[in-house]
């Protein structure tokens, strides 16, 4: 039970406390705890144990309630209060003017006696008439049939059909007698109950647990909350543990958990049914949903088989999405609802009303062109109008079925299934809804899957039950709400952007931000009426005279107010919207400029497509806009902002010593077993130069390793922060990766150009790509580009940039690689593969993975569940460009590396086989990066860089690889291999300098002389 609620503890983000109502920002630590700070200044991140944490959840379970001042022994007393209040199952009160958090108590009779099936068959008989739910004691003899029959009846009243006292709820029995889903009803019914509810939203928290589990978990915690009918006594075991049964079976018959009681929350019903019921009772979607239905009664009349439409008379009328004509002017009512515009929607439903409205156009789908069949410019318009009169005919013909006449029509020249099944719509409201992306897009986002158009008719009556929505016309703008929904949870709080201008001086003295609700031609102005959506403790950015100069932040809810007369001038309407807010000035601004071009192109909002500021007001801006914002420019920003950029899914402050114990860990938990020193090496690696191939045996786990370690860092496939591209054999360019130019002239984007545009995009989040069996195909050959972009890296107005990855004319724009995007590639070596050329191996660290401990079960035992972590890219990329930048403050270990590459290039010059300055430069890097962080001596650190930058390199037949190979061993360990057979030399390698390089070069003295040629690879 105690780790279901440790569960809803870290899904908090951020609460406030109960008294004086602070923010806590909130972050989980694994099971350790949770990390927590507060918004004063300098605040740090403090550690609340999850031992402390759960002490204090049994005394409340135990005492029932408990004030802050009865969690003086634990500390941070404020905070375990509010956390505490967080629970489900929790009411907040205050006595004598403090607050009490409190156990809500439920009884025995909120929880179901009988089983599913039998309420079911119960019910079945009251609405036969064989049963008279009042009267069981006396209709049934049989005491086992008449208690059947009793629980049963109990949960008629869970679910509303009889009240208190056994009444039928006459009403509801109408419903479900005349419901087209009967357990659609049901659940609603479910929905209502508030310990059902409460199940739903602990079940939430519980994925990871077994049935089990989950069962023991509710069934304890029902013997803490639950009290038998009379009030009297807490739940036994026995009783709870059948009637958690009876519940999670209820809540699998009407889909709301699955067979491993896990909540279906894609399709939340809850959310759904709310959601579709806010939409109705919404003034604005209810006028259009009116229209919608008036106008397709309209277009039914015009496209009666009798009447002939011209081809000009169906593109005014039904082919385009249309407007209304209100005052002798064209309104674009769905911008009417976007800006809330209450005098059209007014007017709009007046004439509604009283059918005065003209309306051209369907209202309902929209088509991609103007005119019917504008690309079939082979058919003349009588042509045209034949194919038209050929879909009225279909439209009206009895005795077709929809679905039927719209796959008809679809496949009608001009038409496609957009119009066709909109059409459709129009006569068969009842019956048929429309087929297109937005609806497809929406009835898969809300969890009801399909796959063509039958399918998807079925999944939408469905929906249509489930939401008792009147009819498919009412049901499609549910749907294209949804689809415009994009789904980004903006937290706590909203970024936004307002340009000033000459008011900003007046606005930041008076500390608020206004606008007009009009403008002089009386229309409102959505850069005015999104003031509106601006919501308390939302930060602004504040434009003015070419710079960001102040962020805001919201101190009140917006109101209506006249313009102040700090800033009349005659230009606006007088009546408006008036926010208060905090000023807080950026030292020094940040100027337009400075705001790297392509991140205003991306953002749109406040910018145009060429990335200059808009004329406009007020507009929104994405997170991560604002968040790449603060984080270029932190040092500009006062202490007193940070915690709104930080506190935001923020992104994990570590050392890089802290980082490398987080990611060990991580893998750990996921049953994975590799020493803590290769981690850190493949965290070096990757800060050295973010290309690192990783080579050895199959089956050693070399692409877990990189899986996990992305995703210890909030890098995951489903966030697209981490992708896989397998290479096959037949790769011989780069256009399997990068993309195309197809026979059109159309440039076809390939996956690795996908993961670069969308890394350039968040900048501040490190991508990951790995590139499986990477050597199925001559890396040289589909590579060779993205290496030598790699190595374009160059500052430009302080960011890092390269060239493009293709040329601008083919893509449309410079599309070059962002400093956090890493690259990883396994590789195997046998006889389906090829090997790598010096270009290649010289530009990466080349890992291998050849280990194989298979008798070790210790890291099995160790079932501790790990968090992964957000961090910032800047966290893992490296902060040298050039060895110069390296230079001061690490002389000494530069000029100590570089001695000693210079010994090894004396013996590498035997076969020309020494290095550059481009390795010199990574070796110094790795090493500086190693100390930096703590991680391993330096010996250590240099051992890995002579196995990964040097070896590689070394492949041959020629006597004068043997000597090579016979020099660097002396090198590393400081013997002559000349001095003892091979097989004496081993133990003595492992108190080498430097052991890895050592074992690894008598690896491939040993097949030299087995086979008369050697390479590094195995």
């Not at 009411?91 to 108590?105: A, M, P, Q, Y």
């Not at 659609?184 to 079940?203: A, M, P, Q, T, V």
């Not at 309104?331 to 007017?347: G, K, P, Y």
């Not at 103007?370 to 013909?397: H, P």
């Amino acid at each position: 039970m105690f780790d279901l609620l440790y569960n809803l503890y870290i899904q908090h983000k951020k609460i406030y406390t109960l008294e004086n109502n602070k923010p806590n920002y909130l972050k989980p630590s694994g099971n350790q705890g949770i990390l927590v700070k507060t918004q004063e200044e300098n605040s740090q991140w403090k550690l609340v144990s999850k031992n402390i944490i759960l002490s204090a959840t049994i005394d409340l379970l135990t005492h029932k309630k408990i004030f802050r001042n009865d969690l003086k022994k634990y500390g941070r007393t404020s905070f375990l209060h509010s956390l505490l209040a967080q629970l489900p199952f929790i009411k907040v009160e205050r006595n004598n003017d403090k607050s009490v958090v409190s156990l809500i108590e439920y009884t025995t009779e909120e929880l179901p006696e009988a089983q599913f099936n039998q309420v079911v068959i119960f019910l079945d008989e009251i609405i036969a008439g064989k049963y008279n739910p009042q009267r069981i004691s006396s209709q049934i003899s049989e005491d086992s049939k008449k208690r059947l029959k009793s629980r049963a009846r109990q949960g008629l009243k869970i679910l509303g059909f009889l009240d208190s006292s056994f009444n039928m709820n006459e009403e509801r029995l109408r419903k479900y007698e005349q419901a087209n889903s009967k357990v659609s009803l049901i659940r609603d019914g479910i929905l209502k109950h508030r310990y059902f509810k409460l199940i739903l939203e602990l079940l939430r928290s519980s994925n990871s647990f077994t049935k089990e589990e989950k069962l023991d978990s509710l069934v304890e915690l029902g013997m803490h909350i639950v009290r038998n009918s009379q009030g009297e006594n807490l739940m036994k075991e026995s009783v709870a543990k059948y009637r958690t049964r009876n519940i999670l079976s209820w809540l699998e018959e009407v889909n709301l958990i699955n067979s491993d009681w896990n909540v279906i929350d894609s399709s939340s019903f809850i959310h759904k049914k709310d959601e579709f019921q806010r939409l109705r009772q919404d003034t604005f979607h209810s006028v259009i949903i009116k229209l919608r239905k008036e106008r397709a009664k309209q277009l039914r009349k015009l496209l009666d088989s009798k009447n002939h439409i011209s081809y000009d008379a169906f593109n005014n009328e039904v082919w385009n999405l249309g407007h209304a004509v209100l005052n002798g002017e064209k309104v674009d009512i769905f911008e009417a609802l976007s800006i809330r515009n209450h005098t059209i929607l007014n007017q709009l439903e007046s004439e509604l009303e009283n059918g005065s409205l003209k309306y051209l156009g369907n209202s309902i789908w929209g088509s991609g062109s103007r005119v019917f069949g504008s690309g079939i410019t082979s058919l003349s318009v009588n042509e045209k109008e034949s194919i038209i009169r050929d879909a009225v005919q279909l439209l009206n013909d009895e005795g077709m079925q929809p679905i039927e006449k719209a796959e008809r029509i679809a496949s009608l020249k001009g038409f496609g299934e957009n119009s066709a099944t909109g059409l459709v719509m129009v006569f068969h409201p009842d019956e048929f809804g429309i087929y297109n992306v937005r609806s497809k897009e929406a009835l898969n986002k809300l969890g009801y899957e399909h796959h063509d158009l039958e399918s998807f008719h079925q999944q939408l009556s469905n929906l249509k039950n489930d939401v008792d929505a009147d009819d498919y016309i009412e049901l499609d703008w549910f749907l294209y709400w949804i689809s415009l929904d994009t789904g980004e949870d903006h937290g706590d709080h909203q970024y936004w952007w307002v340009n000033q201008g000459q008011t900003h001086r007046s606005e930041k003295q008076g500390g608020f931000l206004w606008a007009p609700k009009q403008n002089k031609q009386g229309r409102p102005l959505k850069h005015h009426v999104d003031l509106l959506e601006a919501k308390v403790e939302d930060p602004i950015f504040t434009y003015s005279s070419g710079e960001v100069k102040t962020v805001a932040i919201v101190r009140e809810p917006t109101i209506s107010q006249a313009q102040p007369d700090t800033i009349s001038n005659g230009m606006w309407e007088k009546e408006g919207y008036y926010t208060s807010v905090d000023y807080y000035d950026l030292s020094p601004p940040i100027e337009k400029a400075e705001v790297p071009e392509k991140w205003r192109i991306e953002e749109e909002g406040p910018f145009d497509r060429n990335g200059n500021v808009k004329q406009g007001y007020f507009f929104n801006v994405t997170d991560d806009f604002a968040t790449n914002l603060f984080h270029r420019f932190k040092e500009r920003f006062p202490e007193e902002v940070h915690s709104y950029f930080e506190g935001k899914g923020e992104i994990v402050e570590m050392t890089d010593s802290e980082l490398v114990s987080h990611i060990d860990s991580y893998i750990a938990s996921k049953g994975f077993y590799y020493e803590k020193e290769e981690v850190e090496n493949l965290f070096l690696s990757l800060k050295t130069k973010p290309f690192v191939i990783l080579s050895g045996i199959s089956g050693t786990g070399k692409t877990k390793i990189v899986q996990w370690f992305a995703e210890s860092v909030g890098a995951t496939e489903k966030n697209s922060q981490f992708t896989l591209i397998p290479v096959r054999p037949d790769w011989s360019d780069g256009s399997d990766l990068l993309g195309y130019v197809d026979i059109k002239g159309e440039f076809q984007e390939g996956p690795l150009t996908r993961v670069i545009r969308e890394a350039s995009i968040h900048r501040n989040k490190p991508y990951f790509v790995l590139l499986d069996e990477m050597n199925l195909a001559r890396v040289e050959y589909y590579f060779s580009d993205i290496l030598s972009v790699m190595e374009s890296k160059r500052l430009e107005n302080g960011e890092l940039v390269t060239s493009s990855i293709l040329p601008e004319e083919t893509i449309g724009e410079h599309l070059g690689i962002p400093e956090n995007l890493y690259f990883i590639g396994t590789v195997n070596m046998d006889e389906t593969t090829h090997p790598f050329s010096k270009k290649v191996l010289d530009r990466a660290n080349t890992i291998e993975f050849n280990r194989v401990n298979l008798n070790n079960f210790a890291f099995l035992e160790n079932d501790d569940e790990i968090e992964n972590l957000e961090i910032q890219n800047q966290t893992l990329s490296g902060e040298f460009l050039h060895l110069k930048d390296a230079y001061e403050g690490n002389q000494d270990l530069v000029h100590r590396a570089t001695d000693l590459l210079v010994e090894v290039n004396r013996i590498l010059e035997q076969i020309g086989a020494h290095v550059g300055y481009r390795v010199r430069d990574e070796v110094c890097f790795y090493c500086i990066y190693n100390d930096q962080a703590g991680l391993m001596t330096f010996n250590h650190a240099f051992d890995y860089q002579l196995l990964q930058k040097i070896l590689p390199r070394l492949a041959g037949s020629d006597a004068r690889v043997l000597r090579v190979l016979e020099d660097l061993y002396t090198f590393t360990s400081g013997k002559r291999v000349s001095d003892d057979q091979l097989e004496n030399l081993v133990e003595s390698a492992k108190q080498a300098a430097y052991p890895k390089s050592a074992h690894k070069l008598l690896e491939m003295i040993r097949r030299f002389r087995d086979d008369g040629f050697t390479s590094f690879w195995t």
